[in-house]
């Protein structure tokens, strides 16, 4: 809960910050935020944090307790 917060408010700035080639083509396509690095290199962290988090949580259950 207390990484909600900070992602939700990280994802709403994320408009603010828009890159050129915004004009070509249609903006708002699925082929645009996959094939645009400014919009992959996120989904890729993303995709990253979530499978390192299901590990750790994973690995938090599984440790003995003392």
């Keep these: 809960m207390r990484l909600l917060i900070p992602t939700l408010l990280a994802l709403a700035s994320s408009p603010a910050v828009a890159h050129p080639g915004h004009g070509h083509g249609e903006g708002f396509s699925l082929l645009h935020f996959l094939s645009a690095p400014g919009h992959a290199w996120p ?22 307790r003392r």
Excluded at 49 to 60: D, E, K, L, Q, S
């Design 43 to 64: 989904l890729g962290l993303l995709a990253v944090a979530i499978i390192a988090g299901r590990f750790v949580r994973r690995w938090h259950r599984q440790r003995p």
